[in-house]
């Protein structure tokens, strides 16, 4: 790791703690502009998809949640924004560990998105983001704000953009980690029931008022 990648950790440790959620918003929009002046395509999609997915984690001290391992984030970053190295805080030295429920089903969440990615995509930016995605399914709050984007359009348009199949089944227009728990749950063959991290979202009692 760079001096200076560090440092921004050390710099994140020291102020995290101590953060709103206004001032976390305003140093991840920092940190995805900062990452996006080394990407040599300023148009990217997915560039700037990766650059909001890592800075909403990075400026919590938190990028073990992204579920990467280093290697693919180190590869990430190497991918779109040229650089040789990836922050790392205390957490994300190695994978996060996760129950064995929850590891069994983030295993099979990313490997069912994975089977709808869109070819014209990169195949290791799709596995990444399979893999983000099924992690943030852990997470209690509406998927938009577990992957740290805007709203649910951004995660609408994500989903489209690298899994258009997947995005197409979703006609009732079911939130998106319920409605991703439930092709997951169809697949195995299972009744469909909420993701793990469905129970702490505000919204859960209108996504499933019998539970």
Same mark, same amino acid.
């Given at each position: 790791?760079? @001096?200076?990648?560090?440092?921004?950790?050390?710099?994140?440790?020291?102020?995290? &703690? /101590?953060?709103?959620?206004?001032?976390?918003?305003?140093?991840?929009? @920092?940190?995805?502009?900062?990452?996006?002046?080394?990407?040599?395509?300023?148009?990217?999609? +997915?560039?700037?998809?990766?650059? &909001?997915?890592?800075?909403?984690?990075?400026? =919590?001290?938190?990028?073990?949640?992204?579920?990467?391992? /280093?290697?693919?984030?180190?590869?990430?970053? /190497? =991918?779109?924004?040229?650089?040789?190295?990836?922050?790392?805080?205390?957490?994300?030295?190695?994978?996060?560990?996760?129950?064995?429920?929850?590891?069994?089903?983030?295993? @099979?969440?990313?490997?069912?998105?994975?089977?709808?990615?869109? %070819?014209?995509?990169?195949?290791?930016? @799709?596995?990444?983001?399979?893999?983000?995605? %099924?992690?943030?399914?852990?997470?209690?709050? /509406?998927?938009?704000?577990?992957?740290?984007?805007?709203?649910?359009?951004?995660?609408?348009?994500?989903?489209?953009?690298?899994?258009?199949?997947? %995005?197409?089944?979703?006609?009732?227009?079911?939130?998106? &980690? =319920?409605?991703?728990?439930?092709?997951?749950?169809?697949?195995?063959?299972?009744?469909?029931?909420? +993701?793990?991290?469905?129970?702490?979202?505000?919204?859960? =009692?209108?996504?499933?008022?019998?539970?």
């Amino acid at each position: 790791m760079s @001096a200076s990648s560090s440092t921004n950790g050390a710099s994140i440790d020291a102020t995290v &703690k /101590h953060a709103t959620a206004d001032e976390f918003a305003s140093s991840s929009r @920092a940190r995805v502009e900062q990452l996006m002046l080394s990407c040599p395509d300023q148009t990217s999609f +997915a560039a700037r998809l990766f650059a &909001k997915l890592i800075a909403a984690r990075e400026v =919590r001290g938190e990028l073990a949640l992204l579920g990467l391992s /280093h290697e693919e984030l180190r590869a990430l970053f /190497h =991918r779109h924004f040229g650089l040789e190295s990836a922050p790392l805080d205390a957490t994300s030295q190695a994978t996060r560990v996760l129950v064995q429920e929850q590891a069994g089903f983030v295993a @099979a969440l990313r490997a069912l998105i994975l089977q709808y990615a869109n %070819a014209a995509v990169d195949v290791d930016d @799709a596995r990444c983001l399979a893999g983000i995605i %099924a992690h943030a399914c852990l997470r209690p709050d /509406h998927l938009w704000r577990d992957l740290g984007l805007a709203g649910r359009d951004e995660v609408s348009a994500m989903l489209e953009r690298f899994f258009p199949a997947l %995005a197409a089944r979703n006609v009732d227009n079911l939130r998106w &980690k =319920r409605f991703l728990a439930q092709e997951l749950a169809l697949s195995l063959g299972q009744t469909p029931g909420p +993701a793990p991290g469905c129970p702490g979202c505000e919204d859960y =009692r209108f996504c499933f008022p019998l539970a």
